[in-house]
């Protein structure tokens, strides 16, 4: 392979029900700071079906240009008509760099891309960044989260690399930024496609908004024990503006909270503007899903507790007594 002939850093757009997912907007942000670095351009790679109108939008979040592949056959996610799309773009226009959201949809269609075109894949990368030789340093974690590997794939292309929600930044959107939208016709090999069908879909609406768009993150440990004492936590999400309650593994694995709602290195990413660690001590792995929140209030019984060394407020004490008393000052506060 003359890698020589691949360039430009390319972003997977993912869409559902036509509306563009955070995570490629944030992959967008991070592309524009790879490509500039490289003195390359971003180029957003645009499946589904009656999307071709969103298209421009994606200038503003970072994209230099936009292959928009509208047609019927991607309507809906299957992994055999967005692999060959995808499949036959990358091959095409050639990319160094193809980053794609760790989603559910991410994670099925990024192994069967790097499978097909026999490159290799780094899976929820936490970091992205340019070797001085000009190559693609991914970075996740390793052995249980206990290090961080850094990986490059040096012989093959494109670099590819899963990146979870949560984790890049989007940049600042700027509508004055302009580019160009190509339409890339795609002749869908039918009999490989014809194997899978959609059936039908059912929508859970749990009423519940994902953990990692919450601006307040309420989230508890084993130290809040039980379901009752979550409650609590609840209601303190209540009383709070744009807050969720989010949960470390150890809660999920005894059953009390949803994994969607579990923070961590096996849970979700998160970013929000005050995460609320609760009766949890800080292990490294539910560490490496919430260090970079804006501002983090611990409140656990144990004053030598890891979680201290990443709170920006700390608070010895016993959660269970100190929430409802937070809870109701709150309220008090709100209400004047
Ligand atoms: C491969 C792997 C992946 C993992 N992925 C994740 C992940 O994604 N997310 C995750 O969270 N974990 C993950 N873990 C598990 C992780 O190692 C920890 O076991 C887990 O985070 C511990 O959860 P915890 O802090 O709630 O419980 P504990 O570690 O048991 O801590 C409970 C804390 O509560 C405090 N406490 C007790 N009672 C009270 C009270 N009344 N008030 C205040 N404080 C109190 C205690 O002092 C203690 O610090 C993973 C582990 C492995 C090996």
Known sequence: MDITQYKDVYVYIEQRGSRVQSVALELLGKARELADTLGEKVVAVFPGYHISDQATNLFSWGADKVLCIDAPELENY?????????????????????LIGATTIGRDLGPRLSARLET????????????EDKQLLMTRPAFGGNLMATIMCTQRRPQMSTV????????IKDQTRKGEVEFVDIQFDNKKIERVCLVETHKIDKGLKDISEAR???????????????????????VLNNAEVSSSRAMVDAGVMTHDRQVGQTGKTVRPDVYF???????????????????????????????????????????????PLLTERLENELKK
């Open 78 to 98: 299957l992994t055999e008509p967005y692999a060959q799309a995808v499949f036959k773009v990358i091959t095409t226009y050639k990319p160094s760099v193809f």
């Open 216 to 238: 307040i993150l309420v989230s508890g440990g084993r130290g809040i024990g039980n379901k009752e004492n979550f409650e609590k936590l609840q209601s303190l999400a209540a």
């Open 120 to 131: 290799g894949l780094t899976a929820d990368c936490t970091k992205l960044d340019i070797s």
């Open 277 to 323: 660690a609760l009766g949890i001590s800080g292990a490294i792995q539910h560490l490496a899903g919430m260090e970079e929140s804006e501002f983090i209030i611990a409140v656990n019984k144990d004053k030598y507790a890891p979680i201290f060394q990443v709170a920006d407020l700390g608070i010895v004490g016993d959660a269970n007594k100190i929430v």
């Open 164 to 171: 979870r929600p949560g984790v890049m930044k989007k940049m």
